[in-house]
């Protein structure tokens, strides 16, 4: 009995049964079926390490961009656009705007006259690109209302002579202030320019004795300027462009003379929202004697005329409408 019962044991103590090793078969396959889950499962280390791939190349990406974009608004600053604020930030361009400007082009134009415009910014138009007027923009709609004439026969006369010095003048107050501009004058003027790229000529004007049909003694009536065609320049170029008209009333810098015999009309031209051309009567003359001095009952808008330097910068827009309008530099 003693040496079955040895026996016996030393069977089990060497032997495997099914049941073990079904059960050492189901286990590797769970380890298996565990470690595939974390190697190529949805969270698997080969899925984390390509997000995680995929995460540093966007971030890279994302970091270029903002560098990019910091880049470019520094040279927005440096390059006289002086904003440093918003994101959509104009391509740099190495192109003067006298090579790229089409007649009738927008621009965003800085008078540097903060009180003016968007902070002293107002979208202009092209007027001129040629050897013989420069490089030449006009405010695409009206800038201000001037009030021509006088409530007396000298002060109205004195306005209708001086009017277009007047227009001219503060005309030259949207240039003064801009980094961009060597001269203004008021739409209706002379537009040829100087070698300096002035309006040398703007003021020219006919002066009188102006022709009567009657005679008479009124004081200074002899001194006073005649019609001028000085309007007719920019007429033709502004048609061309269809920029004529604003949908409001403004002055041109022009006179006309209206002689008949029994009065003389001097008028100051303007332009009605309609774009015919016509004249306000700033005084009067009569063969009598007598004279009459108004004051203008439209507050007419004027428009202005900058003459721009050669050499600035399209820092960004391509010009063809208001909101793609170039973005100037120095």
Not at 3 to 30: C, D, M, P, Q
Not at 98 to 125: C, H, M, P, W
Not at 167 to 177: C, G, R
Not at 258 to 263: D, G, P, Q, R, T
């Amino acid at each position: 009995m003693k040496l079955e019962k040895r026996f016996v044991l030393k069977t089990n103590s060497k032997g495997i049964t099914l049941i073990a090793l079904i059960i050492t078969i189901i286990v590797l396959l769970i380890l298996a079926g565990v470690t595939i889950n974390l190697t190529l499962g949805e969270n698997g280390i080969f899925r984390t390490a390509e997000m995680a791939g995929k995460n540093y190349m966007d971030a890279q990406d994302r970091e270029l961009a903002g560098l990019a974009d910091f880049e470019n608004m520094i040279d927005n600053i440096i390059g006289g656009t002086g904003s440093s604020s918003g994101t959509d930030t104009p391509e740099i361009k190495d192109d003067t705007l006298k090579g790229n400007a089409q007649l009738g082009d927008y621009v965003k134009y800085d008078t540097g006259i903060t009180s003016v415009g968007e902070n002293g910014i107002v979208t202009f138009r092209v007027l001129y690109n040629d050897d013989t007027y420069g490089l030449q923009i006009i405010s695409d709609k009206n800038m201000e209302r001037v009030t021509l004439g006088g409530s007396t026969w000298k002060t109205a006369r004195d306005s209708y002579n001086n009017a277009t010095a007047t227009l001219n003048q503060k005309a030259e107050y949207y240039a003064t202030s801009s980094p961009y501009a060597l001269d203004g004058r008021c739409v209706g003027s002379v537009p040829t320019i100087g070698v300096d790229g002035t309006f040398n000529a703007k003021n020219t004007e006919n002066v009188g004795p102006v022709q009567l049909q009657f005679t008479t003694t009124v004081e200074g009536v002899n001194n006073m300027k005649d019609t001028d065609t000085n309007y007719t320049t920019d007429e033709t170029a502004m048609r061309a462009a269809n920029i004529w008209t604003t949908g409001e009333w403004y002055w041109l810098a022009s006179r006309i003379v209206e002689s008949l015999s029994s009065s003389c009309y001097f008028h100051v031209r303007y332009v009605a929202s309609s774009g015919s051309v016509g004249g306000d009567n700033l005084c009067t003359v009569r063969s009598d004697g007598s004279t009459n001095g108004f004051i203008s009952s439209y507050l007419y808008g004027f428009r202005p005329c900058i003459s721009l330097k050669s050499d600035v910068k399209v820092l960004g827009g391509d010009g063809e409408t208001e909101a793609t309008a170039y973005e100037l530099g120095i």
